[in-house]
């Protein structure tokens, strides 16, 4: 089974975030990937308002990135560790796919001119390998 890098905001809102990243977990498994979601399992332990905890955990991040196959960047919003995260993903050439919070899947070849998709975003996607 291939392993998929869940990439998906967990500051601001963390109750909805949260319900997002389980929902998109969810959908990852039942189409028979294996879902990573460290920002799910290290906040279980690490205190995220902490920042030695919270650079701990996006450290510890990156090194379950390296084994994954995929990351899916989801939602419009990027945050600080999503922009660490996306470009470890681009040194390290690991495939990046796109969803909207509804799962829908952006078109990479359509990027620059979806309205789902932030200029930040596409900025930060520049040298990605994107699926």
Known sequence: MKKIFICSPYRG???SNTRLAKKIGRIAALCEYVPVIPHLMYTSFLDDANPEDRIRGLTMS??????????W??????????????TRAKELGIPVRIYDTDCNRIAANT???????SSDLVEILRGAKLD
């Open 13 to 15: 809102d963390v109750e």
């Open 62 to 71: 990156v090194e379950l990135l390296a084994s994954c196959d995929m990351m």
């Open 73 to 86: 960047i989801i939602g419009n919003k990027i945050s600080k560790g999503m922009a660490f995260e996306i």
């Open 111 to 117: 990027l620059e001119i979806d309205d789902r998709v």
